[in-house]
């Protein structure tokens, strides 16, 4: 299995708080991804890096931002929370090999 | 933009018993690949496979790129292999991993 890790699993923030969901792999992976998926439906990509301060927008439009200052840490920042928001936040990181593994997921709560 | 396209939507299966689903790209894809995702939301990578045929154990998958699709069989299936699967590509100049809307398997003993 893939040591990618994200904290926290499950947070309720209230609405216009700032929260950060983390993300750690490591296994020396250069691109990694943050997917936000609402249950039972597909994943969408929300940001991309291709490595050490690379980012780029994924396909769905989001409000929030993403920073990648070392290889192995890839955190998503929304500065103001709305309910809007309460998802699942996925985190994943791509193999040389082309491998995508992904975190065991933030689920967020905005009330 | 690419589309991928996952059948069927909902499948319910009697313990024991095998399925196949599917995977069509309207384009050319890299990297197709195929994931589990549990009742807890975590997604498991179940096979990296670009083309041709894999096993894993009961679950086999297989490619045919020229064609633009991919299939996935589970057999003697069981309750555990309940959840969602959904298969993913990115297009040829982008390592943006487009996903499937998911084939949501129930299993029940």
């Known amino acids: 299995e893939a040591d990618i890790y994200q904290t926290p699993r499950y947070l309720v923030i209230g609405t216009g708080k700032k929260i950060t969901l983390e993300c750690s792999q490591t296994?020396?992976?250069?691109?990694m991804y943050w997917y936000q998926q609402d249950p039972g439906m597909e994943l969408h990509l929300i940001h991309y890096s291709y490595g050490v301060n690379s980012t780029e927008k994924g396909d769905l439009s989001s409000e929030s931002t993403v920073s990648r200052i070392r290889t192995e840490h890839f955190p998503l920042t929304l500065e103001s929370a709305r309910p809007s928001h309460t998802s699942q936040y996925l985190c994943a990181s791509r193999s040389s090999g082309n491998t995508i593994y992904f975190g065991e997921g933030s689920w967020l709560t905005v009330v | 933009g690419i589309q991928v396209e996952q059948s069927p939507p909902d499948l319910i299966l009697q313990e024991g018993a095998n399925s196949t689903l599917r995977c069509n790209f309207s384009d050319s894809v890299n990297n197709l690949q195929w994931f589990h995702q549990n009742p807890w939301g975590q997604l498991i990578n179940l096979f990296y496979?670009?083309?041709g045929t894999k096993q894993n154990g009961r679950l086999s998958a297989t490619t045919v790129a020229t064609e633009r699709y991919s299939l996935l069989y589970i057999s003697s299936s069981q309750t555990t292999d309940s959840g969602v699967y959904f298969c993913?590509?990115?297009?040829?100049?982008?390592?943006?991993?487009?996903f499937g809307s998911g084939t949501r398997l129930l299993v029940r003993p």
């Open positions: 296994m020396g992976h250069d691109k």
């Open positions: 993913a590509g990115q297009m040829d100049s982008s390592y943006k991993l487009i």
């Open positions: 496979i670009p083309s």
